[in-house]
């Protein structure tokens, strides 16, 4: 049998949404259940794909098929496409399996031409409803099918409306519109060269090519990109009887939700225009009012509308966005689909359905889009505000503020500690600048990639920060900075959105975060399930308290290095460096030692009763000096020389300083040991610590530093127990993981430098340099530095699980990587069989929904949950 390619609403169809799409099957389904749909057909997404296959023509026998049901129609309607006195007239709409509110192209009022349209107004005896029809369709279908600006159209309406006083295009009488129509066929025929086609089947041909050729505008394939939807779905085209909420009083139009998507509190929400069409409500040419209205002027109708608002809701077990017609008081509705809706209404709406019954408490759980989380942990920019992007970066750590522009962290940290909202604006931050960024309500930096020192610290801060912004210049001699192509001065308002990389100039209201019991509620029902333990990435006891309060079951990366930056230190760190000798090193160190040991202290007190792996210091040395213009002395301008690498990441760094220097680590392990002891001796509760040696490659490094650790521990308290392992960051670790498993009590997975090693990618040279090209051209579907790279890295982390627990089985493995904070590589952590992920402070709700959604998915709790479906 030949392939088919076209179904009508009320004929079954196996492929369900990816065949129908989401407009098609809610069609479908909707016939099915008696609520009152006008009838129609669906072109199938496999006739889109044979489209785009074909070279965009459409493929062998869809225009016969289409003809077919097309009579069908006309059967059902008791009306004929293409007749010139009664026309039976249709609305071709997109309907992707995915929904892309806004993105792809419908036409309405199809079949009418220069005869038909005076053939209407005699069969409905309204003129001004059929010239209104006619004008709508030769502006649709001139902007979508031939590319005509939308601004020509709207023009000469304006024009119009001006030159005869109306307010609205519904004071615009029946001749008023014919004039219109005859400006629109000039606007029509001046931009394309030929008139406005006169044939109703060529004009339903050409606008299904046309909605088929919509699934690749630009607009689309940005929407599908940022919202990871695959290229090659396509978009299924609905063809469907006319029905008119223009043809007066008694008619209307209107969008209804069956609870607020702005709060998921339940109750009427929308809009309603009379007198009008769809577009109407969409497109603002009208102001709608609130569908309240609509009880008083069409109650009959609305008393419908209500009811079935109910019966979707209950049929979808979901919130349902359903748009709607009224012709002559008869109710119709043209599409139903689970509703577009903020983190909080998500969060609430499923607490409530489950509550209700409506839904179980695992599809509660399985609901929540982990990512959206991100909008209730942070100040956000408000939606309903206006605004204008002045430039754009890397979007480095989520959240929104504003704030006066500052220039350097003494500013910050004055303007920040008096009160004062500001924005530390650098060429990038070092760790010099920690007491400026600690004020500072947000970070935007020009150079710089999401782990640069301002991106890391943001985000363990849970402060915004946007980085790596190219359309970012300063002149700190000037006091001032360039954001696009507008120059402001220092104490000016900025605003970042460090969800999405904006940069915005002036103040812009933001929305506080909205912790709530809802959320907590979905939480507390996802730890049920889930097996995988989440714990959080803290250098402070503040960050180890937040993380616990947000549910955090330990610390899974404490960065000691974060410790040497704080501004009472860093002389002494760099003492340490500068001197020449072991005895000098050991004499700085020596003063290091309380500082660690008292920040050990607070963190252990902090995360009571869970565990804290310590990692020891990990960047190179060069890192905590200045650069040599800013060396005080001839004796540091040389010792910076003699740090200088041409590769520092690949260099002396993590446990190869360790070996080179083992004093450095001798210091922090009798620091960890001393602590432990101390908050034992205090609080009774012996803390469980975890140090950690970083960038081991060869099980010789490990076995020496094992030995370092054992022979520092016994020196300083024997009792203190302890477990000793390593970070697992290079390719050679997880191919010899069975060998240095023999020295290691745990692995932690650094996905950062993992990948980094694994790809050859460096991450501050490929973001927003040859990675965006990649991503934009297809090369790779996402950022492997955000979403694992399953595949590659990935596998590399399958080796070394096996591997390492071929050697020892009860091997404690976990993740410590920003992905741990990433929603489908939390899902991977999960079926590799990891104990645990850890993740910034802010990310550890997230990462808690996703590991019980990724449990839920594994176990067929659920068809289908966000992170692990």
């Given at each position: 049998m030949p392939h088919r390619y076209v179904y009508d609403f009320d004929e079954p169809s196996k492929g369900g949404r990816e065949l129908l799409g989401g407009k098609g099957i809610g069609l479908a389904e909707m016939t099915q259940m008696g609520v009152p749909v006008p009838a129609g057909f669906t072109i199938t997404t496999d006739a889109c794909r044979a489209y785009m296959a074909n070279g965009k023509t459409l493929p062998d026998g869809v225009e016969g098929e289409i003809e077919l049901h097309l009579g069908a129609l006309e059967l059902k309607t008791g009306k004929r496409f293409g007749d010139l006195k009664d026309p039976l007239l249709v609305s071709v709409?997109?309907?992707?399996?995915?929904?892309?509110?806004?993105?792809?192209d419908s036409i309405l009022n199809l079949g009418l031409n220069d005869e038909a349209v005076v053939g209407l107004a005699r069969a409905t005896g309204n003129e001004r409803f059929a010239n209104d029809s006619y004008r709508r369709l030769i502006q649709m279908y001139g902007e979508v099918v031939d590319g005509i600006e939308g601004h020509r159209f709207e023009q000469a309406l304006t024009d119009l409306k001006k030159a005869r006083g109306a307010a609205q295009d519904v004071d615009l009488s029946a001749e008023d519109l014919a004039q219109l129509i005859e400006t629109y066929q000039a606007v029509y025929r001046e931009e394309t060269d030929r008139d406005f086609p006169q044939d109703p089947r060529d004009q339903l041909t050409r606008a299904v090519r046309a909605v088929f050729d919509s699934w690749d505008s630009p607009r689309a394939k940005v929407y599908r990109r940022t919202y990871d939807i695959p290229d090659e779905l396509g978009t299924a085209v609905n063809v469907v009887q006319m029905v008119f909420g223009n043809k007066g009083d008694e008619s209307g139009t209107g969008v209804a939700f069956t609870r607020d998507p702005s709060t998921g509190e339940p109750g009427l929400y929308g809009e309603f225009l009379a007198n009008a069409q769809g577009e109407d409500v969409v497109s603002g040419v009208r102001t709608p009012e609130p569908l309240a209205r609509m009880e008083q002027k069409l109650p009959a109708?609305?008393?419908?509308?209500?009811e079935t608002m109910r019966r979707l809701e209950g049929h979808y077990r979901d919130m349902q966005d359903i748009e709607f017609t009224v012709e002559d008081n008869e109710l119709y509705l043209l599409q139903t689909r689970s509703a577009k809706r903020t983190a909080a209404a998500a969060v609430k709406a499923a607490v409530d359905m489950a509550d209700e019954g409506l839904i179980s408490r695992e599809d509660a759980v399985a609901r929540i889009d982990p990512a959206q989380l991100d909008q209730l942990l942070h100040p956000m920019i408000d939606p309903t505000a206006e605004w204008e992007v002045a430039t754009k970066g890397l979007n480095a750590s989520p959240g929104a503020a504003c704030g006066a522009i500052v220039l350097d962290a003494d500013a910050a940290e004055q303007r920040g500690k008096a009160g004062e909202s500001v924005i530390l604006v650098r060429w990038e931050t070092t760790p010099d600048d920690i007491h400026g960024l600690i004020q500072a309500a947000g970070i935007l930096t020009a150079h710089g990639g999401m782990t640069s020192h301002a991106a890391v610290v943001a985000r363990g801060m849970g402060k915004p920060c946007v980085a790596g912004c190219e359309g970012l210049s300063i002149d700190l001699d000037a006091h001032t900075i360039t954001v696009g192509d507008q120059t402001l001065s220092e104490g000016d308002l900025l605003t970042i959105d460090g969800g999405t990389g904006a940069v915005i100039v002036g103040e812009v209201p933001l929305v506080a975060p909205e912790v709530n019991d809802d959320l907590e509620t979905i939480l507390g029902w996802g730890d049920q399930h889930r097996t995988l333990k989440v714990r959080a990435n803290a250098d402070t006891a503040e960050d180890a308290a937040k993380a616990r309060e947000f549910g955090a079951q330990g610390i899974g990366l404490c960065r000691t290095e974060h410790m040497f930056m704080a501004e009472e230190r860093l002389p002494v760190v760099r003492e340490m460096i500068l001197a020449e000798s072991e005895e000098g090193r050991r004499k700085a160190l020596d003063k290091l030692l309380p500082m660690q040991q008292g920040d050990f202290e607070e963190i252990f007190e902090a995360m009571a009763g869970l565990p804290v792996t310590i990692r020891l210091l990990d960047p190179p040395l060069h890192e905590f000096l200045p650069p040599p213009e800013q060396a005080t002395d001839e004796r540091m301008?040389?010792?910076?020389?003699?740090?200088?690498?041409?590769n520092p990441m690949l260099g002396t760094r993590g446990c190869r300083l360790g070996l080179q220097w083992p004093e450095i680590y001798e210091m922090q392990?009798?620091?960890?040991?001393?602590?432990?002891?101390?908050?034992?001796?205090?609080?009774?509760?012996?803390?469980?610590?975890?140090?950690?040696?970083?960038?081991v490659g060869f099980v010789e490094e490990l076995r020496r530093l094992r030995a370092l650790t054992v022979r520092v521990a016994e020196e300083e308290a024997p009792e203190v127990e302890y477990l000793c392992g390593t970070m697992i960051e290079l390719p050679r670790a997880c191919i010899r993981a069975d060998e240095i498993a023999e020295q290691a009590d745990f692995f932690s997975f650094g996905t950062n430098d993992l990948t980094q090693t694994a790809l050859g990618f460096s991450r501050d040279d490929a973001e927003g340099k040859f990675l965006t090209h990649y991503l934009e051209d297809g090369v790779l579907e996402k950022n492997p530095f955000e979403t694992l790279d399953v595949d590659g890295v990935g596998d590399l982390m399958r080796i070394a699980v096996e591997r390492g627990r071929s050697t020892k089985p009860d091997l404690k493995l976990g993740i410590c990587g920003e992905h741990g904070g990433d929603p489908r590589s939390v899902a991977f952590c999960h079926d590799l069989g990891l104990d645990y992920v850890s993740c910034s402070p802010y990310r550890v709700p997230l990462a808690r929904l996703a590991a019980a959604q990724a449990a839920l998915a594994a176990s067929g709790a659920v068809a289908y949950a966000a992170a692990g479906g």
């Open positions: 709409r997109s309907g992707a399996a995915v929904s892309m509110p806004g993105m792809m109708a609305f008393e419908q509308l209500t301008r040389r010792r910076i020389k003699q740090l200088q690498e041409s392990v009798r620091a960890i040991i001393r602590a432990a002891l101390a908050v034992d001796e205090r609080t009774g509760e012996p803390p469980l610590v975890e140090i950690m040696h970083p960038l």
